[in-house]
């Protein structure tokens, strides 16, 4: 099983570029979620969707957007990058809105110059 | 916005020590769940907890959920050098599906 998979691994931006984050999973999971974290702050919740057609906001939103089309895939978009977003960002799944196990993706580390 | 506080930071054991640290905070979760993440990996679940007082094995590791619902511990017994990396809690936050995280423990294991 693939699980969940994210492309690409790393990417490097100049401040103002746009560019999309991909996440996939397999598993037929309701509930997708993408973090960011940094050094000394843990995971940060950006957005997240509990099916198809249905996205939320997270802890720290600001500058990021999503979509959620099919169940199997959830990017997340910068618009137009800043410094700030440097930082590694996590795809991560649940199987169900009750299932409380979340599963990971290997992360996408980015670096906004 | 909700944080979760984890203790301790880092710890630097010897191998064959126990380890605990926790997580604590001023809000109620429905679950709890504990991770480890290697360098350049994403966070990998070594226990999920669903109900207050509940105690949870798997292999040397062992999590409790507190009965308040605001706290949770994790222990390793007899460490060993793969245990070295970050561990993480998380908890779910009771009427949403939001999962808010702790800062993580990072252990170092001497041999």
């Known amino acids: 099983n693939a699980g969940v998979t994210q492309t690409p691994k790393f990417q490097v931006l100049k401040t103002g570029q746009s560019m999309t984050l991909q996440c996939a999973q397999d598993?037929?999971?309701?509930?997708m979620s993408w973090y960011r974290q940094d050094p000394g702050m843990g995971l940060r919740l950006i957005h997240y969707?509990?099916?198809?057609?249905?996205?939320d906001q997270g802890e720290v939103p600001n500058g990021y957007n999503v979509s959620r089309s099919t169940t199997e895939d959830f990017p997340l978009r910068l618009l137009s990058a800043a410094p700030s977003q440097t930082s590694v960002y996590f795809c991560?799944?649940?199987?169900?809105?009750?299932?409380?196990?979340?599963?990971f993706g290997s992360g996408t580390q980015l670096s906004v110059l | 916005g909700q944080q979760l506080n984890q203790s301790p930071q880092s710890m630097f054991i010897q191998e064959g020590e126990d380890v605990s640290m926790n997580c604590t905070s001023s809000?109620?979760?429905?679950?709890w769940l504990w991770y480890k993440q290697d360098p350049g990996e994403g966070p990998v679940l070594l226990i999920a907890l669903y109900k207050a007082g509940e105690l949870t094995s798997n292999g040397r590791l062992t999590a409790q959920f507190g009965i308040t619902r605001k706290d949770s511990f994790l222990n390793i017994s007899a460490s060993i050098p793969s245990d070295v990396g970050i561990y993480f809690c998380a908890g779910q936050l009771v009427g949403t599906y939001k999962y808010i995280f702790g800062t993580g423990t990072r252990l170092k294991v001497l041999a």
């Open positions: 809000s109620i979760f429905n679950t």
């Open positions: 991560a799944s649940s199987y169900s809105r009750t299932s409380q196990k979340l599963f």
């Open positions: 598993m037929n999971h309701e509930y």
């Open positions: 969707s509990v099916g198809a057609g249905i996205t």
